[in-house]
């Protein structure tokens, strides 16, 4: 078993930049990959970022790619959301997800989930 809990969200203005943080805890946290998905109300829950085990590969939906970035600690158990030039429509709940078996841009994939962190963008 692998329990995740999120941390960081918050509010923050068009522009800025914020930073989610994923601990975990349970079995060997580099024996599996990570993600990051995102829900905005009324929307489905969307890849937004992912990573392998031991760091060496990352994957980003294509409406984040080069203002986000995720990265992770396998001696801390943690893995992180960096976010840069945020934009409104980044406004979700951010959802960090562990243990992806198959294509990594699927929730199905995963087999944990945290309770998720609330990002707020917004002048």
């Known amino acids: 078993q692998v329990q995740l809990v999120e941390s960081g969200g918050g509010l923050v203005q068009p522009g800025g930049s914020l930073r989610l943080s994923c601990a975990a805890s349970?079995?060997?946290?580099?024996?599996?990959?990570m993600g990051w998905f995102r829900q905005a109300p009324g929307k489905e829950r969307l890849f937004v970022a992912a990573?392998?085990?031991?760091?060496?590969?990352?994957y980003y939906a294509d409406s984040v790619k080069d203002r986000f970035f995720i990265s992770r600690d396998n001696d801390k158990k943690e893995v992180y959301l960096q976010m840069f030039s945020l934009r409104p429509e980044d406004t979700a709940i951010y959802y960090c997800?562990?243990?992806?078996?198959?294509?990594?841009?699927?929730?199905?994939?995963?087999?944990?989930w945290g309770q998720g962190a609330q990002v707020t963008v917004s002048s």
């Open positions: 990573i392998t085990r031991r760091g060496v590969g990352t």
């Open positions: 349970g079995r060997s946290f580099s024996d599996y990959g």
């Open positions: 997800a562990a243990d992806w078996s198959g294509n990594y841009v699927y929730t199905s994939a995963y087999k944990y």
